[in-house]
């Protein structure tokens, strides 16, 4: 099969990234598989495994899609038109909370987490997946003296505010990976404590080698995270995971390897506690979001459709387009 990975970034991600890692793991481990890829990607990409092909947005979409692919993999571009872009078999995975109405429109829409697929009215998902192997060995032999909280944390739904809370009331270190100590972007935030250390914005051997070091990830989120890239990369360092229990965090997050709750005095009492298994912990990580497993589950719906099928019986929407911040009791 012959599948065309279409995504408006540039590719491979050097440092910080989120879709753009998913969608080239995803290609990496369709050609391990047997199959052809090839990337529409921003100028500047470029790849040892794949072809690679100019994405221009300002130019219509269909011309620029290959006549020989067999199916088309589009990433969350809300500017598409399926009735316009496309003559050829094609999907979209939503990456996001999708909250404009050309998204809608895409009966062969994927989501990444029954939880995001549940509030979009559809059954249709594929968990993300990652290439572990890039990410290098654990060192289990090391000493673990603090925690991390891996975010973007201007993001007041990331809510490292919660984080350093819970981390303050534990006792514990905690070290900030996506945020400097004095921020204005967001609003006024200084943090004097000086257990709470801050890396801002980390990426490849400094981002190891932070989490080889961590015992843990506080992450309290205040959103319906659709799924949570930092959940998995924090499990596969050993880390266990001390969040809230919303969005798809409950299905990635199980009474073995982490703690759920809405409560920082609950989240601070688990951590003091913390007895989890990191080895288990990365297991458990590596066996259910490896990028081959997430290969395998988009060559299901690629199938479906080659057959002439849909994946959703009625186009995807949103069902709660809320902005608030979910409740948290510090």
């Given amino acids: 099969m012959h599948v065309l990975l279409v995504h408006n970034a540039i590719i491979p991600v050097f440092a910080y990234g989120g879709t753009e890692r998913v969608v080239w793991d995803l290609g990496k481990a369709l050609v391990r598989l047997g199959h052809k890829v090839t990337f529409l990607a921003r100028p500047g990409s470029r790849c040892d495994f794949a072809d690679v092909l100019p994405l221009d947005r300002k130019k219509p979409l269909k011309p620029q899609i290959p006549r020989h692919v067999d199916i088309v993999h589009v990433q969350t571009l809300p500017d598409f038109d399926a009735d316009t872009d496309f003559d050829l078999p094609f999907l979209m995975t939503e990456h996001g909370n999708a909250t404009t109405a050309p998204t809608h429109r895409f009966l062969n829409t994927v989501f990444i987490s029954k939880d995001q697929a549940a509030r979009h009215n559809s059954d249709q998902y594929v968990y993300n997946g990652l290439d572990w192997d890039a990410y290098g060995p654990v060192d289990f032999a090391r000493r673990r003296d603090y925690y991390h909280f891996l975010a973007k944390a201007a993001a007041p739904e990331k809510n490292v505010r ?28 200084f943090t004097p404590w000086p257990s709470i250390g801050f890396n801002g914005m980390v990426g490849g051997e400094k981002k190891s080698r932070l989490l080889n070091g961590s015992r843990g990830l506080i992450y309290p989120i205040r959103w319906t995270e659709p799924f949570g890239l930092v959940v998995i990369e924090s499990l596969y360092f050993g880390c266990p995971v001390f969040g809230t229990p919303y969005g798809s965090l409950p299905e990635l997050v199980g009474g073995e390897v982490g703690f759920l709750s809405t409560s920082a005095s609950e ?40 057959n002439g099928g849909k994946l959703n019986a009625s186009r995807p929407w949103l069902t709660d387009k809320s902005v608030d911040l979910l409740p948290w009791k510090a």
Avoid at 164 to 176: H, K, M, N, Y
Avoid at 278 to 303: I, Q, V
Wanted: a positive charge.
């Fill in 162 to 189: 919660g984080a350093i809370d819970v981390a303050r009331a534990a006792g514990e270190r905690l070290e900030v990976l996506g945020g400097r100590r004095l921020n204005f972007r967001r609003g006024f935030r």
């Fill in 267 to 306: 989240l601070a009492r688990a951590v003091r506690d913390n007895a989890f298994d990191p080895r288990r912990c990365h297991d458990y990580a590596r066996e259910s979001f490896n990028a081959t497993a997430m290969a395998r589950g988009y060559l299901e719906k690629y199938e479906i459709i080659l």
